[in-house]
């Protein structure tokens, strides 16, 4: 299976220090878990921000889609980095936290 054949997601988490991560990833939970160092991985951004929250993602049917809205919300005031993802999300709001407190 190639990767274009994946579903992928942008994600946005809350860190612990309340600043906000953006990435990608065909693995939610897995990737969750590297950010919050419970499996080997994760971005050293989050590595000093522990724990990390899952705010919200939208899927995306290729990663040339995913890295485009990526880009958007990376380049877009704070405020407005969790609506823009919502507003792109087929999925919406997720209100349940992947990662231990």
């Known amino acids: 299976m190639s990767q274009e054949s994946l579903n992928w997601y942008v994600y946005l988490l809350s860190c612990a220090d309340h600043s906000l991560y953006c990435g990608i990833t065909t693995d939610l939970a897995r990737r969750l878990a590297q950010h919050n160092g419970e499996l080997p991985g994760g971005a ?14 939208a899927q995306k049917p290729s990663k040339s889609l995913a890295l485009s809205l990526e880009y958007q919300i990376k380049h877009s ?25």
């Open 44 to 57: 050293r951004y989050t590595r000093g921000r522990r724990p990390c929250r899952l705010l919200a993602f």
């Open 77 to 101: 005031p704070k405020a407005q980095k969790v609506a823009l993802l919502i507003h792109e999300s087929t999925t919406g709001l997720s209100e349940k936290s992947l990662c231990s407190h």
